[in-house]
C-alpha cells in the first residue's frame, strides 16, 4: 500500500511516471484540433500603444469569424486575416457588431472551399465551466505567430465564473454580464477573441480584452462564456419592454443579415426617491467616509422604519456601501416609489430595513429650535 | 488501523492504481488528470467553509508607505480572510486593512447575515492581521499542512473570497481559485512559502491548500528586499506568490488573540561586508539584545540556538523570523574562545544612540596628558562652563567612576565622554592657559551640533603624532623609513583589479595627523583629467588643511555598485597604512551616485568612516542607526536648481531622525554641479572640526 507516502503524493507520483507521454498525447489532440479553426486577425491600429493585431475563431465552414468588438475592426478595408492553413485574405466584411456582448462577426469574402469551424451551438449545450476546471486558452497575443503558425496555448484553472466588474482606464467595460476568471494570464495585446476551451480542447468561450478589475483593481484574464447575454430595450419607444439577447443569437441573426446593434438597458438618473436621510459630512483627509447617519427627518421614510443619527449604513440592497459618496450614487437612480433595502450596524449588530422612498418634500423642514 | 474515512484524494489514488495495472501500467491520461482536477475540487470544497469574505468601509484610497514610498490604490472589492477558531478569529492580510477602514464585515460561508468585525492584532513581521467576528456557533476551522510535509512540486491551491454575487449571500459558490505549485520554502529569511500560484489582491488574506484540502499558509504580499505591508505587492499574477505557514501562524495565535501586535526580534548588532561574508559584529546597538546579553564588536557569529551560521545571510535567515520577546542562544568566537551566551530576548526597536557635546576641538598629535583645548564651539556647553582655548582638561569624572581620572589625549578623553548621552553631567579640571591655575568645572553635555566653525584656529597639531604617547603602554607609530611619495599618485589594489589615485600634498609631514577624503566620482568622471582636475580644486586646502584624497575609479556606466565597498574601503586602508592619517577624520565624499556610494560605504563601513560629504545625491536606502564609539556626520549639499533638492532635504530629515549630525546646505544658484569655493571651504572646515568633542 502507499506506506509511508501520503495519498496526494501517490497520486503525483503516479501521474508522473506513467502519464506523461500519454497527457502530453491528449493535449497535442486537442491543440491541433482548436488550431485549426482560429483566425489571425490584421485591422486598425500599430498607434498609441495599440496593437494592429488580434485572434479569431472560425464558426462557420463558409467564413464566419466571431471576435471581439473594438477599434481593430472599425475599418474594413484595412482587414486581413489568416486562416490556420496559412491563406491570405484581404476582402472581409464586418457582418455584426455589439459592443455590449464585446462581439463581432467578420466574413472572409472570396473563400471558394470549407474550411475547420467550432460549431458554436453544439458546444453551448455542454455544461458552462465551473471553477477549478482545466481549460486552454488559444490566441495569437503579441503577435507571437503569422500565417499557418500555431497559436500560443496556455493551460490554466477556471479561477471563478463572475459577473465582469471591470474597466478600461476610467471607462466602465460595457458587458457586466458573467465571465469565465482563469488564473493563466491570458488576457494580453492581441488576446481578445481567442479560444477557452476545456482540456480536450471543447469551445467554452472566448478570450477577452485587457481590462482591469474595478473590485481588486488587478489586471483581469477572463473570457466570454458561449451563453453570455445582456437585457436589452428593441424598442426605445417602449423603454419597459425589455428582450434578452444572447451571444449565441448575435451570431445565429448576424449570419441571416437581420442583426441590428442595440440600446443595453442602464438605469437611468434620477432626482432619486426620498428617504430623509442626513448623513455625517466627509471628514477631512478620509477618501471614503463612511455613511454614518448624522439625523433622520421626522415623518421621513428613514424615521418610519426607526432609523437613528450614529447608525452606520452598510449595504444597500444587498451591496456594501463603502462610503458616502457611494450611498448617494445609489439614491440619485432611484425613484420616488422604489423600496431600498438597507442594512445599518447600530452598536455591533447589523439589522435590515425597508424603507419605501417617497416625493421630496416641497420644502425641506427646518427643525423648531429647541 | 486509523478510524476516520479516507481522505478522497487517497480513495482516488488506490482507485487509480488499481486501474493502472488492470491496464497494464499505462493509465488513460483522462483518469490522471481528471482524477488530478477533482482532487483539487474537493480539497477545495472540503476548505471553502472556513474561507470568509471580508468588506470594509471607509478608509483611503490609496495605500502609501510614506513621503515617496510607494502607492497603490486599494481596490473596493471585498477581500478574504481564513477562519483560525472556532470562536470567530479570522486571519487576514495587513494589506486587507492596510487603508485604514472604519468599520469591517464578514460573510461566513452558510450564514446570510454579514457580522461586524474588530481587528484584534496584526503580526507586523508576517504583515497578517487577526479580525474576530462574534459567534455563537463553532465555525470550521481548517487542518495546517504540517510544515515538515510540505515539499516544493506540491500542489497548492490558492483561495479567495473577492467575488460579489448578490444571489449568493451565503457564499454556496467556490472561492475564486488558482492552480499551481509549492516553488519554494523558507522565503523571506524563513518566513513565507512561494507558490507559482496567481496571488493577488483578488487572494491575499485567503488560504493556499494542498490537494487533500489542508492549509499550507496564508496568502500575503511579501518581499525579500523590503518589510513594508505593500512589498510584494508589484508582484501580483507574477507566478511570485508568497504564503505565511499556517503551523507558524497557529504558534503565536494566543499571543494575537490576546491582542498583542507582533513586531520582528532585534538581536542590535552592525556587521561588515555584504551578505556571504562571515558574521563579524562591528556595533552593538546601546540597551539591544547584544548589549545586554555580552555580544561584543569583534566578536564572529557561529551559531544561532546552537545551528551553525557562516553567513552573514545564513544569520539573517536564523534571526528573520523571530519575534520581539523571544529568546535565542548565540554562540560567538572570541580569539580562541568559544562562548554560548543564553537567554538574549530580542527586542522590537533598537535605540538610536544620540550622540554627546562637550564643545571643544583638541589639539591634535599631542602626546601630553590630557587634551589641550584648541577651539571653544561657541554657546557649548564647554562655553557655558567657561572653558577657553589653550586651557588642558587634566581629568575626567563621569557617573559612576570614584574619583578623577587621568587621561592621555584626545582618543581616550573621547572614548570616556562619547558614550554618554546627552545631559549627562561631567566633571572636568582644567588648568588654565593664563595664570597655569586647575579649576574644577562642572558641566552639562549637549547634543552633538551641526555647527560648523566659521573660522578655525590655524594651529591644530602639535605635530609631534610620531612621538610615543605619554600614559599608554602601546608602541609608538613607526616612523617612516624614507620619505613617502606625495603627489597625485597613481595606485592600483593588492589583486591590480582596480586602480585608484592618491594625493599627497607635497609639504606632507608624518608627524601630522591627515584628514582622508575619499573622493567617489559621479559617473563618468573616472579619467586621469578629472582626477587632476578635482587634485586643483582642492591642493591648497590639502596643504594648509592637511588633507589627503583617495580616489578609486569605476568605469561602470552605472557608477558605482555596492560590490566596489571591498576594493574603496581596501584602498582607504592601505593609505592609512603608508601615512598619518586621523582616524577621527576619514570621510567619504561623493557626487551624485558617487554620493549614494558615499553613504553607503558610511553605514556599512562604520569602523573606518566619521563623515559622509555629499553634492548632489539622495539616500537610497534607509539609514541605519546612530552606533555609539562609532559616531558618523552628514554634510550635505543641494543645488537650488537641482531637481534633486526636495528629496536631499528629505534625506537630511530621515538621517535626523536617526539622531546624526548633519549640516545640510542649499545654494540657491547652483544646479546639479559640484561645489563652488564658499562651500567647498566650509566642507574643509567641517573636515578640520569632525574631531570635536
Partial sequence: MIRGMTAPAALLALALCAAPAATQQQFDKAVKDVNQKMVKIYGLGGFRGLPAYGTGMAISADGYILTVSGYLIESPKDLRVHLADGRRFDKIKVVAVEPELDAALLKVEDLKDEIPFFDLKESAKRPAGQPGDWVLAFSNQFEIATRNEPMTVQRGSVASVSRLRARKGITEAPYNGEVYVVDAITNNPGAGGGALTTRKGELIGMVGKELRNTLTDTWTNYALPLNAKIEVIPDAEKPDVKATVSLLDFIDKGIKGTYKTVARVRPEGGTGGYHGIILVTNPEGVDRAPPYIEEVRSGSPGAKVGLKSDDLIVYVNGELVSSVKTFKDIISKTKPTDEITLEVKRGDKLRQVTVKLEDHPKVAKVPAPK | ?693
Avoid at chain 2, 488506490?14 to 482524477?35: G, K, V, W
Avoid at chain 2, 513581521?125 to 516544493?152: C, F, H, N, S
Avoid at chain 2, 561631567?426 to 549637549?446: F, M, N, S, T, W
Wanted: proline residues 7%; aromatic residues 6%.
Fill in chain 2, 1 to 693: 488501523m486509523i478510524r476516520r474515512p479516507l481522505p478522497l484524494t487517497a480513495a482516488l489514488a488506490i482507485c487509480l492504481m488499481a486501474t493502472a495495472s488492470a491496464r497494464a501500467q499505462a493509465p488513460a491520461e483522462d483518469d490522471i488528470n481528471e482524477a488530478l482536477e477533482k482532487a483539487i475540487k474537493a480539497s477545495v470544497a472540503k476548505v471553502a467553509p472556513s474561507v470568509v469574505q471580508i468588506e470594509t468601509q471607509g478608509g483611503t484610497e490609496l495605500i502609501s508607505t510614506g513621503e515617496r514610498g510607494m502607492q497603490v490604490r486599494k481596490g473596493v472589492g471585498p477581500t478574504t480572510g481564513v477562519i483560525v477558531s472556532e470562536d470567530g478569529f479570522i486571519i487576514s492580510s495587513a494589506f486587507n486593512f492596510a487603508n485604514k477602514p472604519s468599520a469591517i464585515f464578514v460573510t461566513i460561508p452558510g450564514r446570510t447575515a454579514r457580522e461586524p468585525a474588530t481587528v484584534v492584532a496584526t503580526d507586523h513581521t508576517r504583515m497578517l492581521t487577526l479580525i474576530r467576528v462574534k459567534t455563537d456557533g463553532k465555525l470550521p476551522v481548517p487542518t495546517a499542512a504540517p510544515k515538515k510535509e510540505l515539499q516544493v512540486g506540491q500542489t497548492a491551491v490558492a483561495l479567495g473570497r473577492t467575488v460579489i454575487n448578490l444571489d449568493d449571500k451565503e457564499l454556496k459558490q467556490s472561492p475564486v481559485l488558482s492552480v499551481g505549485i509549492v516553488s519554494a520554502l523558507n522565503r523571506i529569511w524563513g518566513k513565507a512559502l512561494q507558490t507559482d500560484a496567481k496571488v493577488s489582491p483578488t487572494n491575499y488574506g485567503g488560504p493556499l491548500i494542498d490537494i487533500s484540502g489542508r492549509v499550507q499558509g496564508i496568502l500575503v504580499p511579501a518581499s525579500p528586499r523590503d518589510e513594508n505591508v505593500l512589498a510584494g505587492t508589484d508582484w501580483y499574477d507574477s507566478g511570485i506568490g508568497f504564503a505565511i505557514p499556517l503551523e507558524d501562524i497557529n504558534g503565536v495565535l494566543d499571543r494575537l488573540k490576546k491582542g498583542t501586535d507582533l513586531r520582528a526580534g532585534l538581536l542590535g548588532i552592525t556587521m561588515q561586508g555584504d551578505t556571504f561574508s562571515p558574521p563579524v559584529v562591528s556595533a552593538i546597538q546601546p540597551d539591544s539584545a547584544a548589549a545586554k546579553g555580552g555580544i561584543l564588536a569583534g566578536d564572529t557569529i557561529v551559531a544561532i540556538d546552537e545551528k551553525p551560521v557562516a553567513s552573514q545571510a545564513q544569520l539573517k535567515h536564523q534571526l528573520g523570523n523571530k519575534y520581539d520577546g523571544d529568546e535565542i542562544s548565540v554562540t560567538v568566537k572570541r580569539g580562541d574562545k568559544t562562548e554560548v551566551l543564553k537567554n538574549l530576548r530580542l527586542s522590537a526597536s533598537l535605540t538610536s544612540f544620540t550622540p554627546p557635546f562637550l564643545g571643544i576641538l583638541p589639539l591634535r598629535d599631542d602626546p601630553e596628558m590630557g587634551v589641550e583645548v584648541r577651539y571653544v564651539f561657541p554657546k557649548s556647553p564647554a562655553d557655558a562652563a567657561g572653558i577657553k582655548v589653550g586651557d588642558r582638561i587634566t581629568t575626567v569624572q563621569i557617573p559612576g567612576m570614584m574619583k578623577p581620572q587621568q587621561f592621555s589625549g584626545r582618543d581616550q578623553f573621547s572614548a570616556i565622554v562619547g558614550k554618554l548621552p546627552p545631559g549627562t553631567e561631567v566633571k572636568l579640571e582644567v588648568q588654565r592657559a593664563a595664570g597655569g591655575q586647575v579649576d574644577p568645572i562642572r558641566v552639562k553635555l549637549g547634543v552633538l551640533t551641526d555647527e560648523v566653525p566659521e573660522k578655525l584656529p590655524a594651529t591644530a597639531s602639535a605635530r609631534k603624532a610620531l612621538e610615543p604617547r605619554k600614559g599608554q603602554n602601546a608602541p609608538a607609530p613607526k616612523k617612516p623609513e624614507k620619505k613617502p611619495e606625495t603627489g597625485l599618485l597613481k595606485r592600483a589594489t593588492a589583486a591590480r583589479e582596480n586602480e585608484y589615485y592618491v594625493y599627497v600634498p607635497d609639504d606632507y609631514d608624518p608627524n601630522t595627523s591627515y584628514s582622508l577624503v575619499l573622493w567617489l566620482h559621479p559617473v563618468g568622471k573616472g579619467k586621469e583629467k578629472d582626477m587632476e582636475a578635482f587634485r586643483d580644486a582642492w591642493e591648497d586646502y590639502c596643504s594648509a588643511n592637511h588633507l589627503i584624497i583617495v580616489a578609486p575609479t569605476t568605469e561602470s556606466e552605472k557608477g558605482w555598485q555596492g560590490t566596489d565597498t571591498d576594493f574603496v574601503s581596501q584602498a582607504v586602508r592601505d593609505t592609512m597604512a603608508q601615512y598619518t592619517i586621523d582616524t577621527k577624520r576619514v570621510v567619504a565624499h561623493g557626487m551624485g551616485v558617487g554620493g549614494q556610494m558615499a553613504y553607503y560605504l558610511g553605514f556599512q563601513s562604520r569602523d573606518l568612516f566619521r563623515g559622509v560629504a555629499t553634492t548632489g545625491a539622495v539616500l537610497a536606502s534607509p539609514a541605519k542607526d546612530n552606533i555609539a564609539g562609532q559616531p558618523l556626520s552628514f554634510y550635505l549639499v543641494a543645488g537650488g536648481k537641482d531637481p534633486l533638492a526636495k528629496e536631499i532635504a528629505d534625506t537630511k530629515t530621515r538621517l535626523l531622525e536617526k539622531k546624526y549630525s548633519v549640516a545640510h546646505r542649499e545654494i540657491p544658484a547652483m544646479g546639479h554641479q559640484y561645489l563652488e569655493i564658499k562651500t567647498l571651504a566650509e566642507l574643509v572646515r567641517w573636515l578640520d572640526s569632525l574631531d570635536r568633542i
